[in-house]
């Protein structure tokens, strides 16, 4: 079972920079969900989806996008790259449909912005 | 506003018992979760509470009190791959599950 795959692993950018964090689960998952992780820190919710065409934003939105044409994928952007968008990006899935259903983390994204 | 408090670091003994506590006020609860982290890993799930009393899973319990606002993972007969960070996480609603993350424990298991 893949779960929910997160590409690339590691990323450099220049600020100023654009580029989009793919995330994609197999496990047919209505909740995504995206977060950042900083350093010795709990992680932090961008954005979250509650199905396809259904986007919201969480607790950080701001510097980024999301997208979610299908079940499946939920990308997100990042449009204009700033140092203080380095950090560890965690996409998660969950079934939602009652409350003790856990989400599910992807190996994480690490991003540098220099 | 949310907050969920966790002590930053802890340290045990292998073959010990180390209780790593939680204490949270959020707007709404529906259930709090705890996830284990090693270094350089994605979080995976241990345990969910949602009523007050213990929930015991092999080596891991998770204890909930709602009125005071607190919940402890207790780790039993510690392992040196017990090694880890461990985020609480409150989820506040139940149209969205979205959880509100402490800044975790990282707890060290030493021989």
């Known amino acids: 079972n893949a779960g929910v795959t997160q590409t690339p692993k590691f990323r450099i950018l220049k600020i100023g920079q654009s580029m989009t964090l793919q995330c994609t689960q197999d496990m047919n998952h209505n909740y995504m969900y995206w977060y950042r992780q900083d350093p010795g820190m709990g992680l932090k919710l961008i954005y979250y989806?509650?199905?396809?065409?259904?986007?919201d934003k969480g607790e950080v939105p701001n510097g980024y996008n999301v997208s979610r044409s299908t079940t499946e994928d939920f990308p997100l952007r990042l449009e204009l790259a700033a140092p203080s968008q380095t950090s560890v990006y965690f996409c998660?899935?969950?079934?939602?449909?009652?409350?003790?259903?856990?989400?599910?983390f992807g190996d994480g994204t690490r991003l540098s912005i220099l | 506003g949310q907050n969920i408090d966790q002590p930053t670091e802890m340290t045990a003994t292998e073959g010990a018992i180390v209780q790593i506590n939680c204490t949270y006020q959020?707007?709404?609860?529906?259930?709090l979760f705890w996830y284990q982290q090693h270094a350089g890993e994605a979080p995976t799930f241990l345990s969910y509470?949602?009523?007050?009393g213990l929930e015991e899973k092999g080596r891991f319990s998770s204890f909930l009190s709602r009125s005071k606002g607190y919940s402890y993972l207790l780790l039993k007969e510690l392992q040196m791959k017990d090694s880890a960070s461990y985020l609480c996480?409150?989820?506040?609603?139940?149209?969205?599950?979205?959880?509100?993350f402490g800044s975790g424990t990282r707890l060290l298991v030493r021989p």
């Open positions: 996480a409150v989820n506040r609603e139940d149209s969205s599950y979205k959880l509100i």
């Open positions: 989806s509650v199905g396809a065409g259904i986007t």
């Open positions: 959020t707007s709404g609860f529906n259930g």
């Open positions: 998660a899935s969950s079934r939602g449909e009652g409350r003790n259903q856990p989400q599910h």
């Open positions: 509470n949602v009523l007050d």
